[in-house]
């Protein structure tokens, strides 16, 4: 298949259909492995390849696929910009972009979760875990390595200044205590244990506070969190 196969195909996702996918990466072989491992799946379409990031966000607004795999170096308009201008699009709002490095530990890895990356993989994830990995996003949770994850914690909070008292005065006082647990990086399951709740409550505050912060998804969240001062390593 060449890059930009389908791309006169019907957009949008139908109801209750396979997880719709948009895969960019200038590297044909390895493009077209993710597309063979991920065609192959039940549950999972790709709609779409690209081998540039300017195609990649034309393909986004034909497609409106439900997740985009975005290497970070492409040519023409590299995976970071095009990652920006997908989120920053109100029309691609439901679409989640999930960003392929080289090294787990990529310079451009933070940039790229604050342009709007719901998560990140590395190119040599195995088969199972990249496959997990796209119903994870679409279903609207963050993806991110426990790797990156420590590093994301030691970047943010590196700058990151004791918040004043008047900071996110929008939320709850549960709702501040439930963006704490996200940027931890806890799942809906996991903080409805720690807050004696059940998941869909904890999944409640989630929606809340995205609406209430004008959030893109909860990968944002952390980053708010942490450049905030909200969260920082150690605090209780």
């Known amino acids: ?67 985009v795999l975005m290497d970070i170096r492409m040519p023409v308009l590299d995976g970071l910009a095009a990652t920006r201008m997908i989120a920053e699009d109100p029309k691609l709002a439901d679409v989640k972009v999930v960003v392929l490095t080289t090294f787990e530990l990529d310079e451009y890895v933070f940039e790229a979760m604050r342009a709007g990356a719901t998560g990140f993989l590395v190119k040599h994830t195995e088969p199972a875990d990249l496959v997990r990995a796209v119903h994870v996003v679409a279903a609207g949770d963050a993806l991110l390595s426990p790797g990156v994850t420590r590093r994301l914690i030691a970047e ?11 900071a996110f005065t929008e939320l709850t006082d549960r709702e501040r205590e439930v963006m704490t647990l996200v940027a931890e990086g806890l799942t809906n399951a996991e903080i409805g244990e720690r807050l004696f709740v059940s998941p869909a409550t904890a999944r409640t505050h989630v929606s809340r506070i995205l609406m209430k912060l004008d959030a893109r998804d909860r990968t944002q969240l952390v980053v ?13």
Do not use: C
């Not at 943010?156 to 008047?166: G, I, M, N």
């Open 1 to 67: 298949m060449n890059a930009g196969f389908r791309d006169d195909s019907i957009a949008g996702r139908e109801p209750g259909g396979p997880v719709r996918v948009l895969v960019a990466d200038d590297q044909a072989l390895v493009r077209g492995g993710f597309v063979a491992l991920l065609d192959a799946q039940d549950g999972i379409e790709v709609v779409g390849e690209a081998d540039n990031g300017e195609q990649a966000v034309r393909m986004t607004r034909n497609l409106t696929p439900d997740v």
């Open 156 to 166: 943010f909070s590196a700058h990151a200044k004791q918040p004043p008292p008047a």
């Open 224 to 236: 708010m969190a942490y450049e905030s001062g909200l969260v920082r390593p150690g605090w209780q």
